[in-house]
């Protein structure tokens, strides 16, 4: 299928490991132009090098999105690079640290973080012909999984926001929505560190997983892909649950 989003230009924060790259990835393949951000300069260069290889531009810079500064900059940079923004994925997050200063780490990269991107970006998506604003949610913010944590809340927070922002931003000609991945096994990653050492626990819940495994970020950023793309044009206010059946709730 072809998503005709060829030529389009991307922002993906945390693009190089993860649900991130496999976005960046995945819009790349479809000839998307893409800049993305991390922490690690040398885990951007290398992403950057790879993106490149498939033939579209690709841009990128280190960036910590708590900073809001460096955040905006990086935006500016990345429009002038691309030559304009058509899609941006929030899908940087702050972890799931303990106590207060967990709360805060939550609060300013996936809150306050996805709140400035979407800010710092709106201007460039009102000009183009296939707007759309993602944010990577989880299934964690729909049920209790684990405990009262701020990971949970804070992504709870997001999806109130992206449904009024639909509200907000439609008239725009600017869509947004979520996607809330379950459990989602990426080698290296939290579910790759909690096989290894709290293997009762990953096997309980893939136990609770009706397909009987774990996902994989590429099945996560094939439907990102195709929420970026016109295919999707009359797609807006939604929150995609892609979990294998993980979170037991009806959805109406």
Not at 13 to 27: C, E, Q, V
Not at 92 to 101: F, W
Request: proline letters at 2%.
């Amino acid at each position: 299928m072809d998503l005709r989003i060829k030529g389009q230009k991307a922002l993906i924060t945390g693009g190089t490991k993860g649900i991130g790259r496999a976005i960046a990835d995945a819009l790349a393949d479809e000839g998307s132009n893409v800049s993305i951000c991390a922490r690690n300069e040398d885990e951007v260069n290398a992403a950057v090098e790879a993106l490149s290889a498939k033939g579209v531009t690709a841009f990128g810079q280190s960036v910590d999105i708590g900073d809001g500064e460096a955040l905006a900059a990086w935006i500016s940079a990345s429009a002038e690079a691309l030559g304009g923004i058509d899609t941006i994925v929030a899908n940087v997050s702050g972890g799931n640290a303990p106590g207060e200063a967990g709360w805060r780490a939550n609060f300013e990269h996936d809150v306050l973080g996805t709140i400035r991107l979407v800010e710092g970006s709106t201007e460039y998506l009102e000009n183009s012909e296939n707007a759309s604003v993602l944010i990577i949610s989880t299934t964690a913010a729909l049920e209790k999984f684990i405990g009262a944590g701020a990971y949970n809340a804070m992504k709870a927070a997001l999806l109130n926001y992206s449904g009024a922002l639909a509200q907000d931003l439609g008239p725009k000609g600017i869509r947004v929505n979520a996607i809330c991945p379950g459990p989602i096994f990426i080698e290296g990653g939290a579910w790759d560190n909690i096989k290894q050492n709290m293997t009762a626990f990953y096997e309980a819940t893939v136990a609770e997983i009706p397909v009987g495994r774990m996902g994989s970020a590429s099945e996560i950023a094939a439907q990102a892909a195709l929420l970026a793309s016109p295919l999707a044009g009359y797609t807006t206010g939604t929150n995609i649950v892609i979990d294998g059946g993980f979170t037991k709730r009806i959805q109406y």
